[in-house]
């Protein structure tokens, strides 16, 4: 029979897990004591590393101060405010604003209401039309599972939310093509500047440039999903920088607490911030009950703390060539496919006669190393920034053994 705990995008029926138990810097200790190099954040989000006491000792004072306190009106906590004040001086828009929520999930929900609203706000209420993209992951929540584009996440989930539709990933005519037919209707445009959980798929600057253009023409938002990518993942704070394009809304979550505690949140730029503060009788009412929980906010303000001060997201961009320069020598070798990816997250593209699932467990059972695999074709990483040569090597070679013909 199996354990108590459902576990999410398993089968429900599987009775053995691969039990973690300590974890420090970019390794992972098992329940046999085994040493594994962490080469997907765990889970897009570990980016200091693990096993960070800064970070103990900093959420143990919180706790002992305020451990939690509603955020909804009339109340607010110092660690909420610094926080919102901190993100606001890294996003790329100028007098932005921040919505807390707990994951990335609630924050793609969050958006979606948000950009809905505040057109409402600034008489244009027929703009209900959220268009993502084929490839998209924007979580799991309704909203979410609604706008993203991996259909087996969205089979026999339905129905969804109303007014979301998806187009080919990487294709501005046909989005164009959309807008030009239904651009007044049009809330918000939602991207990944890095497709993650659909494959490390980089958009193009060309593309993103080109969303912003078709958003500014038609009088729609662009969000920006920065779930992964947010926080120094692409060598900038926020992806937004690293393409050089300016969103109306950023979701993000993940790599603002590195994990420590759960976070997400949405930056509100100046022109989504305005219809918004346009009535002063207008109530927002939205929010969550651990919107701007302080004790998680103080665990962003110290991740914040320890990645400026060891440069982490400069670091990023090393951490990734070191990576991207090892899997490519692989792919000249013969031994995958080809290498995809931008800043420090990368894919190992298969060949058709190669199983992702196969070597994903050959990695973690000779090679010491946890990645993710995706479908049959591709090996997912996304390591800690903080992860040294020595371990990047290791996750390289882990691929390669993996990538050898049996026998």
């Known amino acids: 029979m199996p354990a108590a705990l459902l576990h999410p995008f398993a089968k429900p029926t599987r009775e053995s897990f691969l039990r973690i138990v300590r974890g420090e810097g970019a390794l992972l200790w098992n329940a046999d004591g085994r040493e594994l190099v962490d080469g997907m954040a765990s889970l897009w989000y570990c980016a200091i590393g693990h096993g960070r006491t800064e970070m103990a000792d900093a959420i143990a004072a919180q706790v002992r101060t305020l451990e939690a306190y509603s955020t909804f009106d009339p109340f607010t906590n110092d660690p909420a405010e610094a926080l919102a004040e901190q993100i606001r001086q890294l996003a790329p828009m100028a007098d932005a604003r921040v919505f807390f929520t707990c994951s990335g999930s609630e924050s793609i929900d969050t958006v979606m209401k948000l950009a809905r609203i505040a057109h409402v706000q600034a008489g244009q209420g027929q703009r209900k039309l959220i268009i993502s993209r084929v490839r998209g992951y924007h979580g799991t929540a309704y909203g979410g599972t609604s706008a993203q584009g ?4 969205r089979a026999d989930f339905g129905p969804f939310v109303d007014e979301v539709v998806q187009v080919p990933a990487d294709d501005l005519e046909a989005i164009a093509t959309l807008m030009s037919e239904r651009g007044n209707e049009v809330a918000a445009v939602i991207a990944e500047p890095v497709q993650g959980a ?26 920006f999903d920065e779930v992964i990518t947010g926080f120094g993942r692409l060598g900038s704070w926020f992806g937004a920088q690293d393409y050089g394009v300016t969103p109306d809304f950023i979701t993000f979550a993940k790599a603002v607490t590195s994990g420590y505690q759960p976070l997400g949140g949405v930056v509100v730029g100046p022109a989504p911030t305005a219809a918004l503060e346009a009535d002063p009788a207008f109530f927002l009412r939205h929010g969550f009950t651990y919107s701007g929980h302080p004790t998680a906010c103080a665990a962003g303000l110290t991740n914040l703390e320890i990645m400026r001060r060891e440069g982490l997201v400069e670091r990023a961009s090393h951490v990734g060539t070191r990576l991207a320069d090892g899997l490519r020598a ?3 070798d013969g031994l995958i496919d080809h ?3 931008r800043g420090a997250m990368w894919a190992a593209g298969l ?3 190669q199983d992702a699932m196969a070597m994903r467990d050959h990695m973690y059972e000779r090679g010491g190393v946890v990645c993710r695999a995706l479908n049959a074709d591709s090996l997912l990483f996304c390591p800690p920034l903080v992860t040294t040569d020595a371990q990047i090597d290791r996750i390289v070679d882990a691929v390669a053994s993996a990538a050898q013909p049996a026998g």
């Open 339 to 341: 290498a995809r990816g």
């Open 351 to 353: 060949r058709p006669d």
């Open 198 to 223: 659909g494959g490390i798929h980089p958009a193009t600057e060309e593309y993103l440039q080109g969303l912003r253009r078709l958003c500014d023409q038609h009088g729609a938002y662009l969000v």
């Open 150 to 153: 991996i259909a087996p996440n």
């Open 330 to 332: 692989l792919a000249a």
